[in-house]
């Protein structure tokens, strides 16, 4: 199953009202990854502020060829295999190392004057260190609060927002 916009347009409006009423008003949303950008601005148009591209961390022996390669192999597996694939992908990705792109800095794109945090939003949060890798790299660059949103949630990480529980990363496309 792929979602859409229209499936998680609802889910988002939530997260904002909750975003409001915890009267959490950020002066910049940072995208992690090229496929969240439409997150970064859905949340930028709500707060009306701007949205700031954050590239996706580097995984250590980690290949953007082998990654398309699973994900168009495995629409074509049935569903029971599905699991057991998906636990393999999950003990690879927790256990390989991750950094911040060689040669990225920020720049000053989320250093603003105001004293509003800052969010972060992915599409996915499978280990959290994503989210939390960039969370400590924005808090330490600007020394503002950083909150953290992702659509979807596995197993015990939470990022301070999210929409949907338990939705297995091989059954997100983005949209």
């Given at each position: 199953m792929k979602l859409n916009f229209s499936d998680l347009e609802k889910d988002l409006e939530a997260v904002c009202e909750q975003m409001v009423a915890d009267m959490v008003n950020p002066e910049v949303v940072?995208?992690?990854g090229s496929k969240a950008e439409f997150i970064g601005d859905f949340f930028a148009d709500r707060f009306d502020c701007e949205s700031v591209y954050l590239p996706s961390l580097h995984v250590n022996g980690h290949t953007?060829?082998?990654?398309?390669?699973?994900n168009a192999m495995l629409r074509h597996f049935p569903e029971r295999a599905l699991v057991p694939i998906s636990?393999?992908?999950k003990k690879y990705i927790q256990s390989a190392s991750r950094c911040i792109p060689e040669g990225f800095t920020l720049d000053g794109s989320l250093n603003y004057e105001g004293d509003s945090p800052i969010l972060l939003v992915d599409d996915s949060a499978?280990?959290?260190?994503?989210l939390d890798a960039w969370k400590q790299e924005v808090e330490k660059t600007t020394g503002k609060k950083v909150y953290t949103f992702s659509i979807t949630v596995i197993d015990g990480?939470?990022?301070d927002y999210y929409c949907i529980e338990d939705w297995r990363p091989f059954e997100w496309r983005p949209i």
């Amino acid at each position: 199953m792929k979602l859409n916009f229209s499936d998680l347009e609802k889910d988002l409006e939530a997260v904002c009202e909750q975003m409001v009423a915890d009267m959490v008003n950020p002066e910049v949303v940072g995208y992690i990854g090229s496929k969240a950008e439409f997150i970064g601005d859905f949340f930028a148009d709500r707060f009306d502020c701007e949205s700031v591209y954050l590239p996706s961390l580097h995984v250590n022996g980690h290949t953007r060829a082998a990654k398309k390669m699973l994900n168009a192999m495995l629409r074509h597996f049935p569903e029971r295999a599905l699991v057991p694939i998906s636990n393999i992908y999950k003990k690879y990705i927790q256990s390989a190392s991750r950094c911040i792109p060689e040669g990225f800095t920020l720049d000053g794109s989320l250093n603003y004057e105001g004293d509003s945090p800052i969010l972060l939003v992915d599409d996915s949060a499978f280990t959290g260190e994503t989210l939390d890798a960039w969370k400590q790299e924005v808090e330490k660059t600007t020394g503002k609060k950083v909150y953290t949103f992702s659509i979807t949630v596995i197993d015990g990480y939470r990022p301070d927002y999210y929409c949907i529980e338990d939705w297995r990363p091989f059954e997100w496309r983005p949209i």
